[in-house]
């Protein structure tokens, strides 16, 4: 298949992957702000006029450093935005409207590309009390194959992403403190989930971006070193897939 010389990624930061394939412009789980409650961002606020002219926003899940209202209300309230399966009601209550849920195996088109909902396995509850949906990661398809993972722990059912074929993975690789929670990949699971998914190459994200203090003072490896982890255990787990470590607000020089 003859592949078209402009395609784009760029690792906005945490879980935000700007996509630009095929003509078509997509945002994964917009984080623009310069905190999230007390969760501050490290690194410097996007500028939204990079991203506004995208075709739709891709939402994983509903916890707040993922679905963050002040972030897509930058990109403005008609955006068009696909959400897990049980959060129409709570888009709608904020004022947006062009939603899509998406229950894993559900394929929508956008512009030139289909996107496709995948099962992830994380927590679906909006804290402190709800409302709780399905998370979802997401297959980008056009003439590249993408995987975007947002938040999930690995497991077997990964390996069904892998065909056909997958171009990029964009896997989690640590979040925004000093310790993990169940349902999240860190360097060597995320290193691991390589043996299902089978990529050319992987992209490490979900790192080094928002922290709830100052990362130079506490614990200031777990801000900088987990994408690097990821890549050493990647060689001896996956060493046939390339790992793109790429720095907040980067372009990834993927093949």
Known sequence: MDRPAHALLRYVGHATIFIDMDGTQLLTDPLLQGR???IQRHRAKPDPA??????AVLISHLHLDHLDFPSLELLGREKRILVPEGSERLMAKHGFHNV?????GET????SIRVTAVPALHSGLRPPLGPRAIPVGYIVEGTRRIYFAGDTGIFKAMAD?????LDVALLPVWGWGPKLSQGHLHPASAALALQYLRPTAAVPIHWGTIWPIAPALFFPSRFHDPPHEFAEHAAKFAPEVRILVTM???AVAFP
């Open 50 to 55: 990079m991203v506004s002219a995208i075709d």
């Open 161 to 165: 992403f892998a065909e056909p074929h």
């Open 36 to 38: 999230v409650g007390p």
């Open 248 to 250: 907040p607000g980067d």
């Open 108 to 111: 929508e088109a956008v512009g």
């Open 100 to 104: 899509r849920e998406m229950a894993p």
